[in-house]
């Protein structure tokens, strides 16, 4: 599936965002969807992943501030990014992983986050 990823943008220390990705198919079949951000000079890390009926899971660095979701109608992904800070910065992308963990879906361009005042 092709993925296009939006909704980031500037913030200011403390602000809030909501990226969202849109997904080209369905992703009703999809068990885990993941948010990965990647910083300049830093590898792709991930941030945030929702599987079907368990808890989500988020990376320690953004643990009580980030909110992964899914609209499985819209097939899009949400990340609510709140109480941002300058290290948030990168750009956002996601992805969905199958059996393995292998990931489905070729990377979209990313939507960039930037935090500063």
């Known amino acids: 599936a092709q993925v296009v990823e939006s909704g980031g943008g500037l913030v200011q220390p403390g602000g809030s965002l909501r990226p969202l990705c849109a997904a080209s198919?369905?992703?009703?079949?999809?068990?885990?969807l993941d948010w990965y951000r990647q910083a300049p000079g830093k590898q792709r890390e991930w941030v945030a992943s929702?599987?079907?009926?368990?808890?989500?899971n988020y990376a320690d660095s953004v643990k009580g501030r980030f909110s992964i979701s899914r609209d499985n109608a819209k097939n899009t992904v949400y990340l609510q990014m709140n109480s941002l800070k300058p290290e948030d910065a990168a750009v956002y992308y996601c992805?969905?992983?199958?059996?393995?963990?292998?990931?489905?879906?070729?990377w979209g361009q990313g939507t960039q986050v930037t935090v500063s005042s």
């Open positions: 198919r369905s992703i009703f079949s999809i068990n885990t």
């Open positions: 929702i599987s079907g009926g368990t808890t989500p």
């Open positions: 992805n969905a992983r199958g059996p393995g963990g292998i990931l489905r879906w070729n």
